[in-house]
């Protein structure tokens, strides 16, 4: 055991004195590698503290105005402001790559859907990036909306159905299933349609969609 200790010793003081070996021999190049990454470090630090954070409260102050031309459906002005404060579209541009300047996606397309502006509705929700289960899935059941708007019925469902599985709640899912349900009424598939209908009635009874379902599933089943 003592000579298995020594040798293990032997092996530790040897790689020791390789290290110190290496580092003596490369103490230049080192020094170099460290100052980078000291300097990369100190760069992030300092774009996130003095850049990206004071750009993003801007950002955040800037869209209180249209936020509230939004809540009282005033879309055009949400949209391009007016002399005093930014609407949504100016936001995007201005503050790119920050969360306000994703947020106004949303709402952006929202007002053009609301205005009937479907192809810009359409372009800017799939811009958003939502990564909860509500906006997120609002965001592709709004599509949905646009491409029924425009006649496109077998579009509008892809969405529907997309947006009903990532939300998986009470509040996004039932609805998206419901127009699901009735866009493929329209495209005369019933059995897709009673698929789409008895989700709603398996997983969403408190819903409001739940009191009418039963009369469009016999109409479904019925086609």
Same mark, same amino acid.
């Given at each position: 055991?003592?000579? %298995?200790?020594e ?16 580092i ?8 170099i ?9 100190? @760069? ?5 503290? &003095? ?5 993003q409260?801007? $950002? ?12 009282? @459906?005033?879309?055009? %002005? $949400? &949209?391009?402001?007016?002399? =005093? ?6 936001i *995007? ?14 709402? +952006?397309?929202?007002?053009?859907l609301?205005l009937? %502006?479907?192809?810009?509705? *359409? ?5 958003y ?6 906006? @997120? $899935? ?7 909306? +646009?491409?029924? =708007? ?30 699901? @349900? ?6 005369g ?8 209908? %008895? ?9 409001? =969609? ?14």
């Amino acid at each position: 055991m003592k000579e %298995q200790q020594e040798e293990k010793n032997l092996e530790v003081s040897g790689i020791i004195a390789k290290t110190e070996q290496y580092i003596k021999e490369n103490k230049k190049k080192l020094t170099i590698i460290a100052a980078a990454i000291l300097v990369v470090a100190l @760069g992030i630090w300092a774009y996130v503290t &003095l850049v990206a954070q004071p750009r993003q409260v801007r $950002a955040a102050e800037d869209m209180f105005a249209a936020e509230q031309w939004f809540n009282e @459906g005033n879309f055009e %002005q $949400a &949209l391009n402001g007016n002399d =005093e404060f930014l609407g949504f579209t100016d936001i *995007i541009s201005d503050y790119r790559g920050t969360k306000s300047a994703n947020l106004a996606k949303y709402y +952006a397309g929202i007002c053009h859907l609301n205005l009937g %502006q479907y192809d810009e509705a *359409i372009d800017l929700l799939k811009s958003y990036k939502g990564k909860d289960a509500f906006t @997120g $899935a609002e965001a592709i059941m709004l599509i949905g909306d +646009a491409y029924a =708007e425009q006649d496109n019925a077998a579009e509008a469902v892809k969405y529907y159905e997309n947006a009903a599985a990532k939300a998986s709640n009470f509040v996004v899912s039932p609805v998206a299933l419901w127009k699901a @349900g009735m866009m493929y009424i329209k495209l005369g598939n019933g059995d897709a349609a009673v698929k789409a209908f %008895q989700q709603i009635k398996d997983n969403y009874p408190e819903s409001p =969609e739940y009191s009418e379902v039963d009369k469009y599933m016999s109409y479904a089943e019925n086609m």
